[in-house]
């Protein structure tokens, strides 16, 4: 079983900045693609972020697009996410996720991840 464990999260106030880091402990995640998702209290999973395997291609949501910024680093073993300029909305646990499969036309649909970390917390308030 591939453990994925996520950090970072926290409390910010709106206007601030996070970033949260996914690592495997046991685990190469160079070969795969992984995601980023966060789910709000009532409401649905939602894709946030996703890179190829090698990190040359990266996907946003259109609400965090030229907020959030994604990057992976194979050598170390760990894949990051830069979150600036948060809102209130933003306000979410947040998941890693790791997926086998190929290319990245579906990476920000939550069905197609293997395995999923237990979420860190990201609270956005003043």
């Known amino acids: 079983q591939l453990q994925v464990v996520e950090s970072g999260g926290g409390l910010v106030e709106p206007g601030g900045s996070l970033r949260l880091s996914c690592v495997a402990p046991?685990?190469?995640?160079?070969?795969?693609?992984i995601g980023w998702f966060r789910q709000a209290p009532g409401k649905e999973r939602e894709g946030v972020s996703c890179?190829?395997?090698?990190?040359?291609?990266?996907k946003y949501a259109d609400s965090v697009k030229g907020r959030f910024t994604m990057s992976r680093d194979n050598a170390k073993n760990t894949v990051d996410l830069r979150m600036s300029n948060l809102q209130p909305e933003d306000t979410a646990v947040y998941y890693c996720?790791?997926?086998?499969?190929?290319?990245?036309?579906?990476?920000?649909?939550?069905?197609?991840?293997?395995?999923w970390g237990q979420g860190t917390q990201v609270t956005v308030s003043s």
């Open positions: 046991r685990f190469g995640l160079d070969s795969y693609v």
């Open positions: 890179a190829s395997s090698s990190g040359e291609v990266t």
């Open positions: 996720a790791v997926a086998s499969g190929h290319g990245t036309d579906w990476c920000l649909i939550s069905a197609a991840y293997d395995f």
